[in-house]
Nanobody, 122 residues
Framework: QMSLVESGGGLVQPGGSLGLSCAAAGSTLDWYAVAWFRQAPGKERERVSCISASGSSTNYADSVKGRFTISRDNAKNTAYLQMNSLKPEDTAVYYC???????????????WGQGTQVTVSS
């Protein structure tokens, strides 16, 4: 059984930056792809980014490409999402989740964190 805990959310002004962390406990992240999802009120959940188990492959939603960077440190059993040039439309609860491979289908992800709120506002 794996537990995932996100941290690093908060309030930031437009154009600012935030770094999110996803720490795993109870099992190793080594064999899992890690994805970040987000969900804003009244909107569908969106997969923001995903990184393969090896870290050699990453992908991003068009809405965040060039602004967000996903990474992982398997030695620390932690994944990260660096968010730059934040916009008000990035406001959402951000979740990390793990699966055997990167996929758009949420039901393929076997473990989820509880989420961390990111609010972009002046």
């Amino acid at each position: 059984q794996m537990s995932l805990v996100e941290s690093g959310g908060g309030l930031v002004q437009p154009g600012g930056s935030l770094g999110l962390s996803c720490a795993a406990a109870g099992s190793t992240l080594d064999w899992y792809a890690v994805a970040w999802f987000r969900q804003a009120p009244g909107k569908e959940r969106e997969r923001v980014s995903c990184i393969s188990a090896s870290g050699s492959s990453t992908n991003y939603a068009d809405s965040v490409k060039g602004r967000f960077t996903i990474s992982r440190d398997n030695a620390k059993n932690t994944a990260y999402l660096q968010m730059n040039s934040l916009k008000p439309e990035d406001t959402a609860v951000y979740y990390c989740a793990v699966a055997g491979f990167c996929t758009d289908y949420g039901n393929e992800y076997v473990y989820w964190g509880q989420g961390t709120q990111v609010t972009v506002s002046s």
